[in-house]
Every structure is written in C-alpha cells, then in structure tokens.
T-cell receptor
Framework: DAGITQSPRHKVTETGTPVTLRCHQT?????MYWYRQDPGHGLRLIHY???????DKGEVSDGYSVSRSKTEDFLLTLESATSSQTSVYFC??????????FGPGTRLTVT | DQQVKQNSPSLSVQEGRISILNCDYT??????FLWYKKYPAEGPTFLIS?????DKNEDGRFTVFLNKSAKHLSLHIVPSQPGDSAVYFC??????????FGAGTRLTVKP
C-alpha cells in the first residue's frame, strides 16, 4: 500500500456540472498523475505534476484542469462535465525515474 | 494513436503452466518498460520493469523480455497460479515521463 487515497470513490453527476476529484498521498513523492481508464484504451494520462504548482498536460487533457498547492494533494477538475468523461479515474504517485503507484480509483458517471 | 499495443485482450492458461503476455510498441525513444497487474475495483499494481539497456529482468515467477529491434516485450509467468488471474497492462515511457499504457490483457488461470 503506497499511502495514496482518492475521494470520492464513486460519483454520479449531471452534464454541465463542475466536478472535483481529490488525490491525497502520505508518501511525500514528488510526482503525481491523473489517468482515466476506458475499455479498449488502457490508462491514458490526463495531467501530471512534478512539484507544488508545477503541472503539465498529458495525452487527454482537454476538458480537465488540475491544481497542486501542497505536496500531498493533487486535484482534478472537470469544469463542465460531459458524458464522454464518464470513466474510472486513477491517481498515481512516484519519485523521479521510479515506478508509479496507483490509488484505488474513482468511478465517475456523467448522466 | 496507440504507441503501446497489447493485441490479445484475453488469455486463458492452466494452473502450473506458463503464461506469456505480449506487448508491442512503436516509439523507438521509449527507454523504460513496465508491467502492471490490476484486480477488479482496485488500482493497478506495479509488477516488474525493464530498462532499454537490458533484454531480460527476472523477479521470482515473473520474467520480462525486451526485444528492442522488434519493439516487443513479453511477460512470462511460471508457474501460473489462480491468484495471477487479473488484467495485465504493459506500459512504456521515454525518460520516465508521459507513460503510455496498452489496453490490457485479461489473464485467467484455471485450477
């Protein structure tokens, strides 16, 4: 267990509403990541952070924003949720050039 | 554009036999490769990795082989156990940034 939690674990929301997912770590790892997992696509990187207030886009960043104001927390925000953002979202943490450790996931349904 | 491909969505083997999971990649700049294992309703768990300077890495029952000229890697599990039944994701990155995942292979080990 890498000391990484995600909240909420499940969420159902309506199209057009804002949604924020939280990732919290107790391991003091420098890097944090947000992925989404969809059938036939594996895991795709949305955004990542390489330090407090340092973030960068991943493969599928459109429609998402992130913030990291503390080492331990990485927030993923959907400003206006769409049905195409229905997915399972995973947070991961790592140190530079080390393997990533994943959280338990958040299942988001946009109706 | 999937840079990491796992062409077999599923694999079934008998307990005690060898499981071979395959992965192909297209980006010749990838220099770090990993395998993750995922059980339902959990986050992926790191299994084994290999850097591009090696062609084999072994950890207990798990061995990863890398063929750079063919842009192919494989995971061997010997002997396979029912507890190995899970989805296995292959991943690759360049300098451990922007990791790309395959779509996954569901392994079923029958008692």
């Amino acid at each position: 267990d890498a000391g990484i939690t995600q909240s909420p674990r499940h969420k159902v929301t309506e199209t057009g509403t804002p949604v924020t997912l939280r990732c919290h770590q107790t391991e003091n790892h420098r890097y944090m990541y947000w992925y989404r997992q969809d059938p036939g696509h594996g895991l795709r990187l949305i955004h990542y952070s390489y330090g407090v207030k340092d973030t960068d886009k991943g493969e599928v960043s459109d429609g998402y924003s992130v913030s990291r104001s503390k080492t331990e927390d990485f927030l993923l925000t959907l400003e206006s949720a769409t049905s195409s953002q229905t997915s399972v979202y995973f947070c991961a943490i790592s140190d530079p050039k080390e393997e990533q450790y994943f959280g338990p996931g958040t299942r988001l349904t946009v109706t | 554009d999937q840079q990491v491909k796992q062409n077999s969505p599923s694999l079934s083997v008998q307990e005690g036999r060898i499981s071979i999971l395959n992965c192909d990649y297209t980006n010749s700049m990838f220099d770090y490769f990993l395998w993750y294992k995922k059980y339902p309703a959990e986050g992926p768990t790191f299994l084994i990795s290999i850097s591009s300077i090696k062609d084999k890495n072994e950890d207990g029952r798990f061995t990863v082989f890398l063929n750079k000229s063919a842009k192919h890697l494989s995971l061997h599990i010997v002997p396979s156990q029912p507890g190995d039944s899970a989805v296995y994701f292959c991943a690759a990155s360049e300098n451990n940034n922007d990791m790309r995942f395959g779509a996954g292979t569901r392994l079923t080990v029958k008692p």
